[in-house]
């Protein structure tokens, strides 16, 4: 059986909150980071944490369109030698860098996300995900590192919780890594990493200047090669499809780790009416109501704040228009207060309408719809669910063999990947 080190935990804990506290509490200035400098322009822009709206813990620098050009020169500068680097002595670089954030730097790379992204540590732990994308990385550029990198730089584009830039780079190629505004405080930690793993100035070269500056620049360049980010996040609605031969306990599971404790983001639930009535709206209401929300500091709170006024107000205006909808009832939930972060309860939207604005768009907060079904017509959800756009991930809950079979040729192709039964827990 597997031991967890009870004091090793217990340490590790302590030590993410000393750094919250002192990266919390310091006024951080950040710069570009252009070959071998840091360009503090003096344009500076503050940087306010989400759970606390009105504290500003530091100050980015804005960067030119010279700096553009500086950055485009300072990889093209470098590529040759880079690319001219054997496959082991890249890889090795990247595998370096997971090894710091694995030790000296995880509690630190952690502690920025949960400031600036006001991310639950047990919700997403960063450097986890950081360190498994590093690794796997090298695993599959392993298979196709023959394939000869092309002459010129990269330009990767980072939403504020997905990075993803290491594989060009690791192929032999140069990037211009141009991070969001929510990320400031990890990008500039994970610069930092990229340094002391020995990756050569320029290879890698972070920017923060403004959108339109940098489509003029970039896409007119000779050398521009392509561009690598991870928008694909924002084009699907995971769901959840339960059969009426179901276990209403993992149901109740799955409903609450995949809407409100994880990254899944499963948002559209279709549920049979008797096992919804029967027990897993009591079990899922009493389950919510357990769940703490403020600050990502204290590690009870298991619900946070949105990642800025926008979000708060699009989903808060997905509730607002549910509350007066005939065809919908929130049965918990619904509160939204910005007055010291950007907070929203868990909100659960009962519907008689399939196709309902919230089935349908993907919302990217702490809201789930179910869709209630008479148990007789689960063949007909099937289409229903078919009906609306491609997704990510599904998961279906049934217990009988047949019916399982029966359902996953339905959605073959329809998602990315598709899970039986599943549950986290």
């Known amino acids: ?64 369109e010279k700096d553009i050009h500086n950055a485009i020169n300072s990889s093209l ?38 400031i600036c992204q006001s991310q639950n540590l047990f919700k997403s732990d960063t450097a986890c995900e950081l360190i498994s994308f590093l690794r796997f990385n090298v695993f599959y550029a392993n298979k196709i590192f023959n394939e000869q990198p092309r002459l010129g730089f990269f330009v990767a584009i980072t939403p504020f919780n997905f990075t993803y830039i290491s594989l060009p780079a690791l192929m032999g190629n140069v990037v211009l890594w141009i991070p969001s505004e929510k990320q400031l405080y990890y990008a500039n930690v994970l610069m930092e990493i990229f340094k002391k793993s020995g990756l050569p100035d320029g290879v890698i070269n972070c920017l923060l200047t403004n959108c339109k500056t940098t489509s003029n620049v970039i896409l007119k360049h000779p050398n521009f090669s392509g561009v690598t980010g991870s928008v694909f996040k924002y084009f699907y609605k995971n769901f959840i499809w339960v059969h009426p031969n179901s276990n209403p306990k993992e149901v109740s599971k ?48 298991l619900i946070t704040s949105l990642i800025d006024k926008i979000s708060f107000l699009k989903i808060k205006g997905y509730i607002d228009r549910a509350q007066n909808d005939n065809n919908c009832h929130i049965i918990i939930g619904g509160k939204c207060d910005s007055s010291k972060g950007y907070f929203i309860t868990p909100t659960v939207i009962e519907t008689i309408n399939p196709y309902y604005e919230s089935m349908i768009d993907e919302i990217f907060g702490p ?59």
Request: proline share 3%.
């Open 1 to 64: 059986m597997f031991k967890v080190n009870a004091n090793a935990y217990i340490l590790s804990r302590l030590e993410i909150k000393k750094n919250y506290d002192e990266m919390f509490n310091s006024k951080i200035e950040i710069p570009q980071s252009i070959g071998n400098e840091k360009i503090f322009s003096g344009i500076k822009h503050p940087i306010y944490t989400p759970h606390e709206n009105k504290k500003i813990i530091g100050y980015w620098h804005e960067g030119s």
């Open 77 to 114: 500068s470098v590529h040759k030698y880079w690319s001219n680097i054997s496959w082991a002595d890249r890889a090795y670089i990247f595998l370096k860098a997971a090894d710091l954030i694995s030790g000296p730097y995880r509690s630190i790379i952690n502690a920025a996300t949960m």
């Open 254 to 301: 799955a409903l609450l780790y995949g809407a409100f404790e994880s990254q899944i983001n499963v948002s559209r639930a279709y549920i049979p009416k008797f096992l919804w009535k029967k027990s897993i709206k009591k079990k899922l209401i009493e389950n919510i109501n357990s769940m703490k929300l403020g600050s990502p500091r204290n590690f009870s709170n």
């Open 367 to 425: 809201v789930l719809t179910v869709y209630l079904y008479e148990d007789c017509n689960w063949e007909k959800t099937i289409s229903l669910v078919k009906n609306l756009k491609y997704c990510f991930t599904g998961y279906i809950f049934c217990d009988d063999r047949d019916i399982i079979s029966y359902i996953t040729k339905k959605f073959k192709y329809y998602a990315g990947n598709i899970f039986i039964n599943y549950n986290q827990y």
